[in-house]
């Protein structure tokens, strides 16, 4: 099916939606994004501009991806996953090549801003990538990874705290 353009509701001007996609309810996808062919959006997804959703992707309900983020073919998403602007998940561990693989990002997960994963890795559900990390193995659930190449440094109660910390004003 040929991608077109099409308006969306409390967006930007235009965004490139296959006519095939399966948008969910109460979805937003801001100027300029393109969601290719057959992939599926769930329920209060919210994609930011010059996201590029490829063909064949599933994203889970109360999904947030942040501008200029790039989700690959075959990549599945879960649900409540935050994916911070200019992420990039890949799907071809020897470019160019005829065989893909996607990644998978389970419940709960947050990927930082400028992250890069590598395909075949699966992001465990409640992990956290920080931004600019380079994944290059499964991160278990639960887990915060950061560096390059990324390494386990602590627990996602750990991440918790020191957000709410951020949150409220107060330091750890």
Same mark, same amino acid.
């Given at each position: 099916?040929?991608?077109?353009?099409?308006?969306? #509701?409390? !967006?930007?001007?235009? @965004?490139?939606?296959?006519?095939?996609?399966?948008?969910?309810?109460?979805?937003?996808? %801001?100027?300029? !994004?393109?969601?290719?062919?057959?992939?599926?959006?769930?329920?209060?997804?919210?994609?930011?501009?010059?996201?590029?959703?490829?063909?064949?992707?599933? $994203?889970?309900? @109360?999904?947030?991806? &942040?501008?200029? !983020?790039?989700?690959?073919?075959?990549?599945?998403?879960?649900?409540?996953?935050?994916?911070?602007?200019?992420?990039?998940?890949?799907?071809?561990?020897?470019?160019?090549?005829?065989?893909? $693989?996607?990644?998978?990002?389970?419940?709960?997960?947050?990927?930082? /801003?400028?992250?890069?994963? +590598?395909?075949?890795?699966?992001? /465990?559900?409640?992990?956290?990538?920080?931004?600019? !990390?380079?994944?290059?193995?499964?991160?278990?659930?639960? #887990?915060?990874?950061?560096?390059?190449? *990324?390494?386990?440094?602590? &627990?996602?109660? +750990?991440?918790? *705290? #020191? #957000?709410?910390? %951020?949150?409220? /004003?107060?330091?750890?």
């Amino acid at each position: 099916m040929i991608p077109r353009v099409r308006r969306t #509701k409390n !967006a930007g001007p235009v @965004n490139f939606i296959a006519g095939d996609a399966k948008i969910g309810r109460n979805v937003r996808i %801001w100027n300029f !994004a393109y969601v290719g062919s057959k992939s599926q959006i769930g329920d209060n997804v919210k994609i930011g501009s010059l996201a590029h959703i490829d063909y064949g992707v599933r $994203i889970g309900d @109360n999904t947030r991806i &942040e501008g200029s !983020a790039y989700i690959p073919p075959l990549s599945r998403i879960g649900k409540n996953v935050f994916i911070g602007p200019a992420a990039v998940l890949t799907n071809d561990p020897y470019p160019p090549s005829r065989r893909l $693989i996607g990644i998978v990002i389970e419940d709960d997960a947050v990927i930082g /801003g400028g992250a890069m994963i +590598k395909a075949g890795v699966r992001i /465990g559900r409640g992990s956290v990538v920080a931004m600019g !990390a380079v994944v290059t193995r499964d991160v278990p659930p639960g #887990k915060v990874v950061m560096g390059v190449p *990324a390494r386990v440094v602590y &627990e996602r109660k +750990k991440y918790d *705290a #020191k #957000k709410a910390s %951020w949150e409220t /004003g107060r330091r750890l």
